[in-house]
């Protein structure tokens, strides 16, 4: 790892790494040429600046099929996570529509997962949403109960983004190759995070982006299987034949070349940054018990990203606390829906109740959270909430 601090301002002391992560001065290394010298289109295959944009696109490629374990011909370059999921869904379904109409998924997904989904369902799709348990984690039964011969797609997170709980991917994808179905995985927060493997965890798409991983915001890839069994997608967007016809439009190079250093760093580098981060994350959730004895943590305290802390403080709004802590940058829940008042859909589908939703925080630590911003961040917190009570 980098020995160089993303910012040299030490504050605010940055721990919303489930939002966007900074991106790494070696991923921005590998970028720069390609803003300037090596400026070429990647389908541009008549002179040099297009076959070094080439070369480097499918260097990036591969390099994003070994952090999966996948075939670099797998890999679908998008403009992020967004696009990978509406492209994974709707083309999986549009693909098999004629002889399965019935798509399996659950009600804790991102956003782009559920609100593509009811798009479908709007225009006669048949869809199932499985239960989670308190602690967030999917039905594996239900799974089972819901899949038949007509169920098309199950798409299911491999972690959540607002809790950090993972969720039983390799059994939902023995679900889905039983009856016949595709397993979609939103993969985003637990790629470079968690170890994943495609074809071990029987995972037949991948949604995923970089900035997730300190790559930069705007590129991202979808996974999708060639062979045992081979998965065709209707593409989504039209104007060209990039990407083997699945994703029009010229690519991204600076953005893909940034994505592949970015994988191919968490895959260099994940077993010890893991080990650090899980460390920092328990001694914050250690250190903030010991100064709110009645806090509450959310979501599953074993199977959970390494970098996520999700806690509640009773009789504090999140809102308030997060007023009086400038000095960090925290958030109540996920990015995307930030600014709303309703209550979180992942907590509503937990059964937590509203009083415990409304004084929620997500914590989310990165490569670059030290120990010195842990222990800082963990003492302003406890400050704000005791003065809030008072």
């Known amino acids: 790892m980098s020995d160089r601090a993303p910012c040299p301002d030490p504050m605010p002391i940055y ?37 070094d ?56 997904e991102h956003p782009a997962v559920l609100d593509t989904v009811e798009s479908l369902r709007a225009a006669g799709v048949r869809v199932t949403v499985l239960p989670v348990d308190s602690l967030g984690r999917v039905s594996v039964d239900a799974a089972r109960a819901a899949a038949d011969e007509k169920t098309a797609l199950l798409s299911v997170m491999v972690a959540n ?26 993969a985003t927060q637990g790629v470079g995070r968690l170890p994943l493997n495609v074809i071990t965890d029987t995972i037949h798409l991948a949604s995923l982006t970089a900035h997730k991983i300190h790559g930069p915001q705007g590129a991202g890839a979808l996974y999708v299987r060639r062979r045992n069994p081979a998965v065709r ?47 920092l994350r328990d001694r914050l959730r250690d250190r903030l018990q010991d100064g709110i004895p009645d806090l509450l943590e959310n979501g599953d305290p074993d199977g959970r990203l390494p970098g996520n802390l999700n806690i509640s403080i009773p009789g504090v709004e999140n809102t308030a606390l997060m007023m009086a802590v400038p000095e ?28 415990r939703a409304g004084s929620s925080l997500r914590f989310g630590l990165g490569r670059f959270t030290t120990e010195t911003e842990i222990a800082t961040a963990a003492d302003l917190v406890i400050a704000a909430a005791r003065q809030l009570r008072r």
Request: net charge negative.
């Open 233 to 279: 997608l209707v593409a989504q967007n039209f104007g060209g034949s990039q990407e083997r016809g699945m994703r029009a439009g010229t690519l991204n190079v600076p953005g893909i070349v940034g994505l592949g250093m970015a994988c191919e760093l968490c895959r260099l580098e994940m077993d010890e940054e893991t080990a650090r981060v899980s460390s």
């Open 53 to 108: 944009a080439e070369k480097a696109v499918e260097r990036a490629r591969e390099q994003v099929a070994q952090l999966l374990g996948a075939e670099s011909r797998e890999i679908v370059f998008t403009s992020g996570a967004t696009e990978s999921n509406n492209l994974a869904i709707r083309g999986a379904v549009a693909a098999r529509r004629d002889v399965r109409d019935h798509i399996i998924t659950s009600p804790i």
């Open 161 to 186: 983004n607002e809790i950090g709980t993972t969720q039983p991917v390799r059994e939902l994808g023995a679900i889905a190759e039983a009856c016949g179905a595709w397993l979609h995985s939103d």
């Open 15 to 51: 721990l919303d790494n489930h939002a966007t992560t900074p991106v790494d001065p070696r991923v921005l290394d590998a970028m720069l040429p390609y803003f300037r010298e090596k400026f070429g289109n990647a389908s541009s295959r008549s002179h040099v600046f297009g076959w």
């Open 328 to 355: 960090i940058a925290i958030s109540s829940g996920a990015a995307c829906a930030s600014g709303q008042l309703s209550m979180s859909h992942v907590m509503a589908a937990m059964g937590v109740n509203p009083s």
